[in-house]
């Protein structure tokens, strides 16, 4: 069974700070999506990345996949309350259903 | 942009109920899925279906049976429901199990079983 840990499970920190929350798996993946749910809301995808190494930026997140394609990170550069949410990696695996982190949940306050 | 719809948004149950749960996407996917989200245990996979007139069991099956009879729908339905089974529901839908373009959830069925 694959499973990906999400650290920290939560976060709290003022208007203006970085952050990273981390994604880390044993196994190796075929792709990592980052999703994001708002409270009453179904998750929305952020980004799939696929390539060992490679880094995607989405405005003031960054997102990296592992060399080994085993873990994931998502940096958030001067977090605004907006980016309040729970942040859910998953990792695909070719045929089979996405494995979902349990989430990190992210409280930006102003 | 309808996406992914659900119906309805909550629901409150007795214990021994029964209810069915839709769900309706107008993106011609082939998969969609059914998840319940409860604190601190994550998006759970109960059933998905890999397309018209077939479905496959997830992770936490039991107490739920599921059907996929027009491909644009999938119903998830509670024979006797339990407050075990008392969460959120979403379900979701993608072009293949591991999409590129990820999973379309929608936005949820809150269920209460008293």
């Known amino acids: 069974t694959q499973l990906l840990e999400q650290s920290p499970q939560f976060l709290s920190i003022q208007e203006g700070e970085n952050l990273t929350v981390y994604c880390n798996s044993s196994?190796?993946?075929?792709?990592l999506q980052w999703y994001r749910q708002e409270p009453g809301e179904g998750p929305v995808l952020l980004v799939t990345?696929?390539?060992?190494?490679e880094v995607k930026k989405l405005k003031r997140l960054t997102f990296q996949f592992g060399d080994a394609r085993k873990d994931s990170s998502l940096h958030i550069t001067a977090a605004q309350p907006g980016d309040t949410g729970l942040y859910l990696c998953?990792?695909?695996?070719?045929?089979?259903?996405?494995?979902f982190g349990k989430g990190t949940m992210l409280l930006v306050s102003p | 942009n309808a996406g992914v719809t659900q119906t309805p948004k909550f629901r409150v149950l007795k214990t021994g109920q029964s209810m069915t749960l839709l769900c309706a996407q107008d993106?011609?996917?082939?998969?969609m899925y059914w998840y319940r989200q409860d604190p601190g245990m994550g998006l759970r996979l109960i059933h998905y279906?890999?397309?018209?007139?077939?479905?496959a069991k997830g992770e936490v099956p039991d107490g739920y049976n599921v059907s996929r009879l027009k491909k644009q729908n999938f119903l998830l339905g509670l024979e006797s429901a339990a407050p075990s089974q008392t969460s959120v529901y979403f379900c979701?839908?993608?072009?293949?199990?591991?999409?590129?373009?990820?999973?379309?959830f929608g936005s949820g069925t809150r269920l209460t079983v008293v």
């Open positions: 196994s190796v993946f075929s792709s």
């Open positions: 990345v696929v390539t060992g190494g």
């Open positions: 993106m011609n996917h082939e998969y």
């Open positions: 279906s890999v397309g018209e007139g077939t479905t």
């Open positions: 979701a839908s993608s072009y293949s199990p591991d999409s590129y373009y990820g999973y379309t």
């Open positions: 998953a990792g695909g695996s070719g045929y089979s259903t996405l494995t």
